[in-house]
């Protein structure tokens, strides 16, 4: 699996939108995110994570806790990850089950307007790309607002599960010493 594009809302230390452009990367079969104490290293890799599974880098946190307290309560929050398996490139945009504010007039389905919060569900959605361009099209929906249903698909194309995932790739802060210390079973 080879990260193209990450689109974070109202996630992490962000509280609008933010992408990180791993095309730029170029060719390079490794990459390292480093930088400052803050400066959001770890909700990048948080984002990969919530996208593809649904769940946190760690996986001491949830994925609607991760919510970005800076953010207007109207805004949803959502995570868009392009990404490459093989020869095909894919989509999954994910929105976290979370509470947020109505809309001014908002009205429920009888006709009452209604003030407060609305409990939204956790949906995802799963498209095969037509290329792994910036602004490729949709060749194919795969899974459509179904979370169950889009991780078994996730899991059937990156053939990792989340712990694994969380291992191999994403090697979260202070759990490269227990990678080097592990046996080869565990590796």
Not at 37 to 43: E, F, N, Q, V
Not at 58 to 77: F, K, N, W
Not at 104 to 133: F, N, P, Y
Not at 156 to 179: C, I, M, N, S
Request: hydrophobic share 45%; net charge negative.
């Amino acid at each position: 699996m080879r990260p193209l594009r990450l689109e974070m809302t109202a996630f992490g230390p962000f509280a609008e939108t933010q992408v990180v452009d791993f095309r730029e990367l170029g060719g390079a079969q490794l990459f390292l995110i480093c930088g400052e104490t803050g400066a959001g290293k770890s909700a990048i890799l948080d984002g990969l994570c919530a996208a593809l599974y649904g769940e946190s880098s760690g996986g001491e946190r949830s994925v609607a806790q991760l919510r970005s307290d800076h953010a207007d309560p109207r805004v949803l929050t959502a995570l868009r990850l392009d990404f490459r398996v093989g020869e095909h490139a894919y989509r999954i945009e994910r929105t976290p089950a979370q509470r947020r504010a109505k809309f001014k007039g908002e009205a429920a389905e009888d006709g009452e307007v209604l003030a407060g919060h609305v409990d939204q569900a956790a949906s995802a959605t799963l498209w095969r790309l037509a290329s792994d361009a910036p602004e490729a099209l949709v060749a194919e929906v795969l899974a459509e607002r179904k979370v169950r249903e889009v991780d078994a698909r996730v899991l059937g194309l990156v053939k990792l599960e989340v712990a694994q995932f969380r291992r191999v790739v994403v090697l979260p802060q202070g759990d490269f010493r227990l990678l080097l210390s592990a046996d080869s079973a565990a590796r």
